[in-house]
């Protein structure tokens, strides 16, 4: 029985080889044990150093007092989020820095600033240093040209005398005038409906046709006579607002060139649009090159030409026939260069000046209708004007006073008023309205038609205030952000935010602000070009408006309108108002 029970010596060695193998899968799992303890220390170590990098890295930017950037992404993401109230977004950190740093991919960097005496240096100072150069242009060619094209002598010394000639300033007051009076026959209807009418809408097509007008020397129409009519749907312009906005989204987008280069998204639509606006600019350039060969018989020398012109030589009341009648010699009368700047000069007129004029009066309606005591104020400044100019004018429309009449009737009076009304306004009598100004000036001060303006850097430099280095490294831009310096208390004093007039006046008497302060027109391309033309613009429609109507937002007064990320500050939803016609002839018209 005992050697029966006895294991054999094979047994044994089975045993024995069992014990190392679970002896060596043992300091095995033990290895891997370790290894993997090992490994996950490590990672963890990675992630807690990850985790203090990034705090280390947002305390540090907390310091910079500015919008925060990643690595290779700069501050685009950021950027992405707020770009629909860029702004404002901007704003936020004004308040705690003066000028700030916002960096891009690839290095770039743009400075923002919003200190007086670093715009004083920039515009003035040192102004041959912060130009609209070639990062500029490289965006914006598409609609304004090369930047050789605006350091031209052609575009420095005609686009600089025309612009800013009175005939043309007239021309377009006169033009707004007569398109401001059919807004107000509009108005007069929707009152007596009790609707509500967008107001930005009727602006900016009375605009587009005061300045289609003067640049191109056709009326667009946009505008219709009555209502309900629907409204006429205008190629050029919307072609020309979606191209702007997709051209000033490049400055924040830094994928556009390969956009681009790819065709796709919105460098795909671009093309497509400028395709209506120069099909429209193109033809209407040659039908003006057909009826001046035709009128005149006679081709000018550039130079003898422009010499002449500024000597008093008539020429047509146009900028496209005016221009043309420069350049129109038997060498060049049909010279693709010719046309290619002339399309230039006309759109940089058009965005200027159509932009100015309808941005401005939109928001000059819509602090009025959020101030009624400032509409008021206004109305009587209007009414008593009206009187000294009937007298001055030896009219009177007592037959209107006390009139009983229908609703129908009522509105036919009224445009006869507002048109009586209107031709009591001259250039001249404009003068004689110091709140109009200072209403106007308030406006263009809070809500400027450039709200950011940007600049390329030539040469590095240090700015002034607090002694900030900037570099002129390739993509590197400086902007100046009127939309900011605006709501700075700092600049404007505790009220710097709220609509107050009277900050213009002085014992009833108008007082300017500094250059540096308020930049509205220095900003933007020719924006300071179209300046009175703005200005006599704006105050004849407002002066027919304000004297015949209220406007009540039909918004929430609580909720400001949202801008329309482009180059001019639009509303993006328009100005919904219900206009309310003044009740009584005798005792309010």
């Known amino acids: 029985m005992k050697e029966q029970m006895a294991p054999s010596y094979s047994e044994k060695e089975n045993q024995?080889?069992?014990?190392?193998?679970?002896?060596?899968?043992?300091?095995?799992?033990?290895?891997?044990?370790?290894?993997?303890?090992?490994?996950?220390?490590?990672?963890?170590?990675?992630?807690?150093?990850?985790?203090?990098?990034?705090?280390?890295?947002?305390?540090?930017?907390?310091?910079?007092?500015?919008?925060?950037?990643?690595?290779l992404l700069g501050s685009v993401r950021d950027i992405s989020a707020h770009y629909c109230h860029l702004h404002d977004w901007l704003l936020g950190f004004f308040v705690f820095a003066k000028t700030?740093?916002?960096?891009?991919?690839?290095?770039?960097?743009?400075?923002?600033?919003?200190?007086?005496?670093?715009?004083?240096?920039?515009?003035?100072?040192?102004?041959?240093?912060?130009?609209?150069?070639?990062?500029?242009?490289?965006?914006?060619?598409?609609?304004?040209?090369?930047k050789e094209l605006h350091e031209s002598w052609i575009m420095r010394n005609w686009v600089a005398s025309e612009f800013c000639k009175p005939s043309v300033c007239d021309l377009t007051a006169a033009v707004m005038k007569k398109k401001t009076c059919t807004i107000a026959r509009l108005l007069a209807e929707v009152a007596g409906e009790g609707t509500t009418v967008d107001i930005q809408d009727l602006i900016q097509r009375a605009t587009l046709d005061a300045i289609g007008k003067v640049a191109f020397g056709v009326d667009f129409a946009s505008l219709p006579s009555a209502l309900p009519k629907p409204w006429p749907h205008i190629a050029f312009a919307s072609s020309l607002d979606l191209a702007t906005t997709i051209a000033v989204k490049r400055f924040s987008d830094p994928f556009w060139e390969l956009k681009r280069y790819m065709n796709i998204g919105t460098e795909r639509v671009l093309p497509e649009q400028m395709q209506v606006v120069d099909g429209f600019t193109f033809s209407l350039i040659a039908d003006r090159k057909a009826e001046l060969k035709h009128l005149h018989g006679q081709v000018y020398d550039l130079a003898q030409a422009y010499l002449a012109h500024a000597e008093g030589t008539p020429y047509a009341s146009d900028l496209v026939s005016k221009f043309l009648n420069l350049t129109m010699r038997d060498d060049q009368a049909d010279n693709p260069q010719t046309d290619e700047l002339l399309r230039h000069i006309v759109i940089n007129?058009?965005?200027?000046?159509?932009?100015?004029?309808?941005?401005?009066?939109?928001?000059?309606?819509?602090?009025?209708?959020?101030?009624?005591?400032?509409?008021?104020?206004?109305?009587?400044?209007?009414?008593?004007?009206?009187?000294?100019?009937?007298?001055?004018?030896?009219?009177?429309?007592?037959?209107?006073?006390?009139?009983?009449?229908?609703?129908?009737?009522?509105?036919?009076?009224?445009?006869?008023?507002?048109?009586?009304?209107?031709?009591?306004?001259?250039?001249?009598?404009?003068?004689?309205?110091?709140f109009l100004h200072a209403c106007l000036q308030e406006t263009l001060r809070l809500h400027p038609a450039v709200p950011l303006d940007p600049?390329?850097?030539?040469?590095?430099?240090?700015?002034?205030?607090?002694?900030?280095?900037?570099?002129?490294?390739?993509?590197?831009?400086?902007?100046?952000?009127?939309?900011?310096?605006?709501?700075?208390?700092?600049?404007?004093?505790?009220?710097?935010?709220?609509?107050?007039?009277?900050?213009?006046?002085?014992?009833?008497?108008?007082?300017?602000?500094?250059?540096?302060?308020?930049?509205?027109?220095?900003?933007?391309?020719?924006?300071?070009?179209?300046?009175?033309?703005?200005?006599?613009?704006?105050?004849?429609?407002?002066?027919i408006l304000v004297r015949f109507f209220e406007f009540i937002r039909a918004c929430p007064v609580n909720r400001p309108p949202e801008y329309r990320m482009t180059s001019t500050l639009v509303m993006e939803s328009g100005l919904q108002v219900y206009p309310r016609l003044k009740e009584k002839m005798g005792a309010t018209l």
């Open 455 to 543: 600049r390329d850097i030539e040469e590095d430099d240090t700015l002034p205030a607090g002694e900030v280095f900037i570099s002129s490294k390739k993509g590197n831009i400086v902007f100046i952000a009127p939309y900011s310096m605006a709501r700075m208390t700092s600049i404007w004093g505790p009220d710097a935010a709220q609509f107050n007039p009277d900050r213009w006046l002085q014992s009833g008497k108008l007082e300017t602000a500094s250059d540096s302060k308020f930049v509205t027109f220095q900003a933007g391309l020719y924006t300071g070009a179209v300046k009175d033309l703005t200005y006599q613009s704006c105050k004849v429609a407002a002066a």
């Open 16 to 71: 024995n080889s069992f014990q190392r193998s679970d002896t060596h899968q043992a300091m095995m799992r033990t290895a891997y044990e370790s290894i993997s303890s090992s490994y996950i220390m490590q990672l963890g170590c990675v992630i807690v150093l990850l985790v203090l990098c990034v705090c280390f890295y947002r305390l540090k930017q907390n310091a910079r007092l500015g919008p925060r950037y990643w690595p």
């Open 100 to 146: 700030i740093h916002v960096r891009m991919p690839w290095g770039r960097v743009y400075y923002c600033t919003v200190d007086p005496v670093n715009v004083q240096y920039l515009l003035e100072t040192n102004s041959v240093n912060f130009r609209k150069g070639k990062g500029f242009f490289k965006r914006m060619e598409v609609l304004l040209g090369q």
């Open 349 to 434: 007129f058009v965005i200027a000046s159509r932009d100015a004029i309808g941005v401005t009066l939109t928001w000059l309606v819509y602090e009025l209708s959020m101030h009624s005591d400032a509409s008021h104020r206004l109305y009587l400044e209007l009414r008593d004007y009206e009187s000294r100019r009937q007298f001055e004018c030896q009219c009177s429309v007592e037959q209107y006073w006390d009139v009983d009449l229908q609703d129908e009737d009522y509105v036919r009076m009224t445009d006869t008023r507002i048109r009586e009304f209107a031709e009591l306004i001259t250039s001249e009598s404009l003068d004689e309205l110091p």
